[in-house]
């Protein structure tokens, strides 16, 4: 398997970040990490072993970063105001970065889903939902989409504009809502075992029914718990055979 390590300043962040690379064809996965962890987590943790067959296969190019969460809101020292600031910046370093760096190793034409479990699932599907002219379409899995779960009740426009169970209520416009309409891969995922939230894959499930936002909920069984063997055979199976 074709794995190649990459990195750079970021203007966006202001420091250097790192992206790897695995496989030669295919749509683009980009992989979310799960909390404070970086772009090899994935690969640590074996995710990258259980679809290696579908990166191999030409089906998929795995595109890999890391996480800024312990600058933003998993860092308890900060305070609040700048954890929302530094969360924005994550967002320009993915759009105005990140993509173009995955658009000049595949092309311009290669559709880019976004990925993630726990906390990535909530930057994936919130990747997806604010750029769907950028972003195809999102697999999220074990995730909760209101993010003033992670906030400490804190509360701003810009925490409100990266919740989508927040801004997706509200949204009525006539350019993102039939862009988000049209993607056909939106897989919200997750377990029913120890640690899971299920009931937040169904709430968000049932705002995306309201909005008319074609998706599939798959809530997996009681065996399946908050943890990387779960993972380890969602994603594959969702890629598998959704795509």
Avoid at 50 to 59: D, M, Q, R, T, Y
Avoid at 94 to 104: H, R, T
Wanted: aromatic letters at 14%; a negative charge.
């Amino acid at each position: 398997m074709n794995r190649v390590l990459d990195q750079w300043f970021s203007p966006s962040l202001n420091k250097n970040m790192e992206i790897v690379t695995y496989g030669h064809f295919g749509f683009a996965l980009l992989m979310l990490p799960t909390a404070a962890a970086d772009y090899l987590e994935y690969e640590r943790f074996l995710l990258i072993d259980a679809i290696k067959p579908l990166i191999e296969s030409g089906k998929v190019k795995v595109f890999s970063i890391n996480s800024i969460n312990s600058e933003s809101w998993l860092n308890k020292k900060m305070y609040p105001r700048h954890k929302s600031i530094r969360h924005q910046q994550f967002n320009d370093y993915i759009y105005n970065e990140v993509i173009p760096y995955i658009k000049a190793h595949t092309s311009a034409d290669t559709p880019i889903i976004t990925t993630g479990a726990s906390l990535g699932a909530l930057h994936a599907c919130n990747l997806f939902f604010k750029r769907p002219d950028l972003i195809a379409g999102t697999i999220a899995m074990s995730g909760n989409y209101d993010l003033t779960t992670y906030t400490d009740d804190y509360f701003d426009t810009d925490v409100y504009f990266n919740s989508p169970m927040s801004y997706l209520q509200n949204l009525n416009d006539d350019y993102y809502l039939p862009l988000m309409r049209k993607s056909k891969h939106i897989h919200i995922l997750s377990g029913s075992g120890n640690y899971e939230t299920p009931n937040a894959s169904r709430k968000f499930s049932a705002l995306l029914d309201s909005k008319g936002i074609p998706h599939d909920l798959d809530i997996w069984g009681s065996d399946m718990p908050h943890d990387w063997p779960t993972w380890r055979a969602m994603l594959p199976h969702v890629l598998g055979a959704k795509f």
